[in-house]
């Protein structure tokens, strides 16, 4: 923490997180201690009617108790004038004047990071294209940011992690509420690989609202939003929409099917000019020019050739960009599906089950007594309580099932 950021956080209770009036009423003083000064002195003419109360409200008592319960909770603060606070957050409209995280923001504004979203019910092929192309843009040096919720957030996240990469997850809600249901060891385990990240106080619920502002955070720190399927109404065209208005790019996984309403927020943003994504390389080609020192050579997508761009056959070597010598392995093809599913399945210990809840001790269990299942046979056999996608990506960040090919899932 920095010696203001008390005061910033006296400005955040007082007009409470994603409030854009607190700019305002900041921009007549020179800093947020001034702005403090006047008011506790009893100075309100620059506080509007409707904000004195709150204002009065926010005591440093409070405070203190907020930097203690933060302090407890091993949450880090990081307010809007602190050395470490990303560039990319202060730079957007309405930027957040402190954030909270579990985890570690790390060089945020020097590295190359790809904002992922999509439905929370994907089909098949945009499961298995997420799975592929977010383990490869890991692999090859890229941090993934995403939303917490079920679907293709959590299938981006895995991925990354998967592929050795870091991740950024950005909440709607306070890092100490319950969201998504029974999370903590998915939060855990993105804190791990990287930080969670929250603009709104610890113990702050979820609302409707709160989605759509959280949004604007998720698309200002990546360097570009990918969308990986999405209906006209999908809540990641908000995240893509904030993203065109903050000048970063688009990118777009090309729909299997043109006549599927659940592509159709797709197809709009390609109409409108979004990049089509067939692999990671045309992700990659964006940003090789500026960020060649950030990503891995080594990485098996780096070995494949293309006519132009990054991969291109006769592509020059800029000596400053890249080092001289990169190791390049050979190309090793990806198996298809089908061949994946012929594959036999090397088993592995069983796993410890203690510690787990009822819920995904079952899921276990059941997964165990049948070895290969489908998602589709795990919701008919599970209680209907349980929030099943939550609940298999928790499972496979602790490294205790994997998922396959198919939408199924193994010990």
Same mark, same amino acid.
């Given at each position: 923490m920095t010696e203001s950021t008390k005061y910033w956080l006296w400005l955040t209770l007082a007009y409470g997180p994603a409030n854009s009036r607190k700019w305002n009423f900041l921009s007549h003083y020179s800093s947020v201690r001034e702005a403090y000064d006047h008011v506790s002195s009893g100075d309100f003419t620059n506080v509007l009617p409707q904000d004195k109360r709150p204002m009065e409200l926010a005591t440093p008592q409070k405070v203190e108790e907020l930097i203690s319960e933060c302090e407890k909770n091993r949450i880090t603060i990081y307010s809007y004038d602190d050395p470490e606070f990303p560039d990319r957050l202060r730079e957007i409209y309405n930027p957040p004047s402190v954030i909270f995280t579990l985890g570690r923001l790390d060089a945020i504004d020097e590295t190359v990071i790809i904002t992922s979203v999509g439905t929370r019910k994907p089909d098949d092929y945009s499961r298995a294209i997420a799975s592929r192309l977010i383990r490869e843009l890991a692999q090859a040096g890229v941090t993934i940011a995403s939303g917490c919720a079920s679907g293709l957030d959590?299938?981006? &996240?895995?991925?990354? $992690?998967?592929? %050795? %990469?870091?991740?950024?997850?950005?909440? #709607?809600?306070? &890092?100490?509420?319950? !969201?998504?249901?029974?999370?903590?060891?998915?939060?855990?385990?993105?804190?791990?690989?990287?930080?969670?990240i929250s603009e709104y106080l610890p113990h702050s619920g979820t609302t409707s609202?709160? =989605?759509?502002l959280r949004n604007r955070i998720l698309s200002a720190i990546g360097l570009g939003t990918l969308i990986l399927q999405a209906g006209a109404t999908s809540g990641s065209l908000s995240t893509a929409n904030f993203a065109l208005s903050q000048g970063k790019d688009i990118f777009? $996984? #090309? #729909?299997?099917? &043109? !006549?599927?309403?659940?592509?159709?927020?797709? $197809?709009?943003?390609?109409?409108?000019?979004?990049? #089509?994504? =067939?692999?990671?390389?045309?992700?990659?080609?964006?940003?090789?020019?500026? !960020?060649?020192?950030?990503?891995?050579? %080594?990485?098996? $997508? =780096?070995?494949?050739?293309?006519?132009?761009? &990054?991969? %291109?056959?006769?592509?020059?070597?800029?000596?400053?960009s890249e080092p001289e010598k990169v190791i390049r392995k050979k190309p090793r093809p990806e198996p298809k599906e089908e061949e994946m599913a012929e594959q036999p399945i090397e088993p592995r210990p069983a796993p410890d089950l203690s510690g787990l809840s009822d819920g995904r001790r079952k899921i276990v269990e059941f997964i165990l007594s049948h070895g290969v299942v489908l998602f589709d046979e795990i919701a008919e056999n599970i209680d209907g309580t349980v929030d099943l996608e939550t609940a298999l990506t928790e499972l496979e960040l602790d490294g205790i099932i994997r998922s396959l090919s198919g939408n199924r899932y193994t010990v």
């Open positions: 959590s299938v981006s &996240l895995v991925s990354a $992690i998967k592929g %050795g %990469g870091k991740v950024y997850t950005v909440m #709607p809600c306070g &890092l100490l509420s319950d !969201y998504p249901k029974n999370s903590a060891s998915m939060k855990k385990a993105v804190a791990a690989h990287g930080a969670v609202l709160n =989605f759509r777009c $996984i #090309p #729909p299997h099917n &043109l !006549y599927d309403d659940s592509y159709s927020g797709v $197809i709009s943003l390609l109409r409108d000019g979004a990049i #089509p994504v =067939f692999d990671s390389r045309d992700i990659l080609n964006e940003y090789y020019s500026v !960020y060649a020192h950030r990503l891995n050579y %080594g990485a098996d $997508i =780096f070995s494949q050739r293309s006519e132009s761009g &990054l991969f %291109g056959k006769n592509r020059k070597v800029d000596s400053e």
